[in-house]
Nanobody, 123 residues
Framework: QVQLVESGGGLVQTGGSLRLSCAAS????????MAWFRQAPGKEREFAAA????????FYADSVKGRFTISRDNAKNTVYLQMKSLKPEDTAVYYC????????????????WGQGTQVTVSS
């Protein structure tokens, strides 16, 4: 069992930066692939970024590539999402997710989810 708690969301102006954190409980965190998804009002949840269990590989949606960086610290049971050059279209609730079957681009591939943290980018 893994419990995930996101933090770091907030209101930022266009072009600004935020760093999201996702703290995980459980001794097996280091064996899980981790991902960030986001969901804007009226839209489906979409993939943003993922990282393998050892941090050796990362994956990004085209919409965030070059602006977002996912990383993890297995000693701290934490995964991060550094976001820069934020745009109004990045406004969404951001969710952290964990998978014990490798990374996936769809929400159905993840067994555990956090409660989400709101990111709002003003124009």
């Amino acid at each position: 069992q893994v419990q995930l708690v996101e933090s770091g969301g907030g209101l930022v102006q266009t072009g600004g930066s935020l760093r999201l954190s996702c703290a995980a409980s459980g001794r097996t965190f280091s064996t899980y692939a981790m991902a960030w998804f986001r969901q804007a009002p009226g839209k489906e949840r979409e993939f943003a970024a993922a990282i393998r269990w050892n941090g050796g590989s990362t994956f990004y949606a085209d919409s965030v590539k070059g602006r977002f960086t996912i990383s993890r610290d297995n000693a701290k049971n934490t995964v991060y999402l550094q976001m820069k050059s934020l745009k109004p279209e990045d406004t969404a609730v951001y969710y952290c997710a964990a998978s014990n079957s490798g990374y996936h681009l769809i929400p159905e591939g993840y067994e555990y989810w956090g409660q989400g943290t709101q990111v709002t980018v003003s124009s």
